[in-house]
């Protein structure tokens, strides 16, 4: 079973930046695919981006082009780049395990979750 943490969060401006990591333990992530998702207050979590084990990259529509997902296999570590923020990226960040070595988007096919870090987007 794979460990997540998630940490990054906190509170930016809105046009700032913020770089969200998962670290990793248990096992290994390096034939893991990786995922990121969000939640914000009174919606469904959504996914956000992953990566594969081959670090091939998925985005939603909403992020491409201002957040940018990376993996360091020999930190067992993900993390999120997220530039250009906007009010409407406020939300819990999640870092999601899979061991289906690609990238899916659904949330079902992800075993290992993080407990969430907060970001916050202000005007």
């Known amino acids: 079973q794979v460990q997540l943490v998630e940490s990054g969060g906190g509170l930016v401006q809105a046009g700032g930046s913020l770089r969200l990591s998962c670290v990793a333990s248990?096992?290994?992530?390096?034939?893991?695919?990786m995922g990121w998702f969000r939640q914000a207050p009174g919606k469904e979590r959504e996914f956000v981006a992953g990566?594969?084990?081959?670090?091939?990259?998925n985005y939603a529509d909403s992020v491409k082009g201002r957040f940018t997902v990376s993996r360091d296999n020999a930190k067992n570590t993900v993390y999120l780049q997220m530039n250009s923020l906007e009010p409407e990226d406020t939300a819990v960040y999640y870092c999601?395990?899979?061991?289906?070595?690609?990238?899916?988007?659904?949330?079902?096919?992800?075993?290992?979750w993080g407990q969430g870090t907060q970001a916050t987007v202000s005007l």
């Open positions: 990566i594969s084990w081959r670090s091939n990259t």
């Open positions: 248990g096992r290994a992530i390096n034939t893991y695919a």
């Open positions: 999601a395990a899979s061991p289906r070595g690609e990238v899916p988007t659904a949330e079902a096919m992800y075993r290992s």
